[in-house]
């Protein structure tokens, strides 16, 4: 099953504007991930925010984090046609010292040239 | 490698048939997942390694499937029986963290079995 729940489930904006996804979680994280996977492809690696912080920057995306709430949000300013993909929210569990990923169903942005 | 290598890239199944999927991660990676991903959805966790040990496989849907990690590098995952439900893409992925350490996966191009 998975723990994560992204929202909105499809994004669709112009060139330029700002694209921001949201994911919800159930139980207690280690730390909160946002992936990216283009068409056909892997996933890649964006953003990891661990469980004691509350923002985060990397160039154009800052992550919030909200452990009160179980939630987590990606912003990415001035979108680009090259920010088409789906991301995901992936969440670290952590069981006797080791930790395992599960990811959420993912929003699928469109940003239209 | 320099990256995460799967294979094979595409495979077709007649249901009823063993299929074998191999995964080579980036040297000296200590974790290594296996994930589903069905069309439209996100990946969903089947199992994971640290080195050697499979230290979760609570994903593994059934007992028709089973992965192996002999030696802490290559990683086999092996579908027995298949079933039109096991299409979709099985990725694999591995990271350099291990115990206490987070987690940061570098994912494979994927294996897309297809069963008719």
């Known amino acids: 099953s998975q723990q994560g729940e992204e929202d909105p489930q499809a994004l669709s904006i112009q060139e330029g504007e700002n694209a921001t996804m949201n994911c919800s979680y159930k139980?207690?994280?280690?730390?909160l991930q946002w992936y990216r996977q283009n068409s056909g492809r892997g996933l890649v690696h964006l953003i990891l925010?661990?469980?004691?912080?509350r923002e985060k920057h990397s160039g154009r995306l800052r992550v919030t984090l909200d452990t009160s709430k179980k939630s987590s949000s990606l912003l990415i300013t001035a979108s680009r046609a090259a920010d088409t993909a789906s991301y995901f929210c992936?969440?670290?569990?952590?069981?006797?010292?080791?930790?395992?990923?599960?990811f959420g169903k993912g929003t699928k942005l469109t940003v239209n040239p | 490698g320099a990256g995460v290598s799967q294979s094979p890239r595409y495979k077709v199944a007649k249901r009823g048939q063993d299929v074998a999927l191999r995964c080579d991660p980036i040297?000296?990676?200590?974790?290594l997942f296996w994930y589903q991903q069905a069309l439209g959805q996100g990946p969903e966790f089947l199992t994971y390694?640290?080195?050697?040990?499979?230290?979760?496989k609570s994903g593994l849907p059934s007992d028709r499937f089973f992965a192996e990690r002999p030696e802490g590098s290559v990683s086999t995952l092996k579908i027995q029986r298949t079933q039109q439900e096991d299409s979709a893409v099985y990725l694999c992925?591995?990271?350099?963290?291990?115990?206490?350490?987070?987690?940061?996966?570098?994912f494979g191009a994927g294996s897309r079995l297809t069963v008719l």
């Open positions: 390694f640290q080195n050697e040990a499979q230290l979760d």
């Open positions: 925010i661990r469980s004691n912080e």
């Open positions: 992936a969440t670290g569990l952590g069981q006797g010292g080791s930790e395992k990923l599960v």
């Open positions: 992925a591995s990271s350099l963290a291990g115990a206490w350490g987070a987690n940061v996966l570098t």
């Open positions: 040297s000296g990676h200590v974790s």
């Open positions: 139980t207690s994280i280690n730390n």
